[in-house]
Every structure is written in C-alpha cells, then in structure tokens.
Nanobody, 127 residues
Framework: QVQLVESGGGLVQAGGSLRLSCAAS????????MSWFRQAPGKEREFVAA????????YYGDSVRGRFTISRDIAKNTADLQMLSLKPEDTAVYYC????????????????????WGQGTQVTVSS
C-alpha cells in the first residue's frame, strides 16, 4: 500500500505563489508516474501536471502550462508543485496521485489510471 500526504495549500491573492508538496510512503515509486490533479466545487477532477519516472520528464495541463512546475525527488519519494501567477480560477482542492501502470512511457491525464490518491489540500486564490 502507498500513502500520500499533501501539504502547502492555503489562501493567496491573485498573482501570488504557493508550493505544494506530496510525500509518499509504503514503497518506492521509482517506476511510476506521479501527478497532481485538482477539483473545483461543482466541477470534475482536472489533470494539472505529471512527473515521469524518467528524470526531468514532465507534462502539464493547458490551463497551468508556463505557470506551474512539477518536480520530483525519486530518492525521497516526493513530488512538489510550484505554482506561480495564481489566478482565482486555480482555486480548488489539489490531489497528489500515483499511476497504476509501471514504467508508463508517457503519462495519463485520466484519473481512472491512478490508483493511489492523497487526501487533498485546499488552494484558494482571492481576486
């Protein structure tokens, strides 16, 4: 079993920044993609960013590309999300997740392909 714990959420003004962290325990995740999703009230869960098991390979959703950066420390089993130039529409609960497939060649933006999830951390961006 894998446990994921997110931290770093909070309230920030538009244009500000936040850094989210995801710490995994239970087993090593060196062969798995780790991703961040978010869910705003009344909306479906949305893919935000993914970090491959291959060092330095990352993917982003269209709405955050150029503003958010995902980074991963394989040895520490962590995945962070640096968020810059935040907008009110970034307000959501942010979730860390682990891909169910070992050594996926790219990434999946479908939540159905992830079998471990954290409890989520709230990010609120005020205008």
């Amino acid at each position: 079993q894998v446990q994921l714990v997110e931290s770093g959420g909070g309230l920030v003004q538009a244009g500000g920044s936040l850094r989210l962290s995801c710490a995994a325990s239970g087993r090593t995740l060196s062969g798995y993609v780790m991703s961040w999703f978010r869910q705003a009230p009344g909306k479906e869960r949305e893919f935000v960013a993914a970090a491959s098991w291959r060092a330095g390979v990352t993917y982003y959703g269209d709405s955050v590309r150029g503003r958010f950066t995902i980074s991963r420390d394989i040895a520490k089993n962590t995945a962070d999300l640096q968020m810059l130039s935040l907008k009110p529409e970034d307000t959501a609960v942010y979730y860390c997740a682990v891909d169910r497939a070992l050594l996926r060649t790219s990434y999946s933006s479908s939540e159905r392909d992830y079998n471990y999830w954290g409890q989520g951390t709230q990010v609120t961006v005020s205008s």
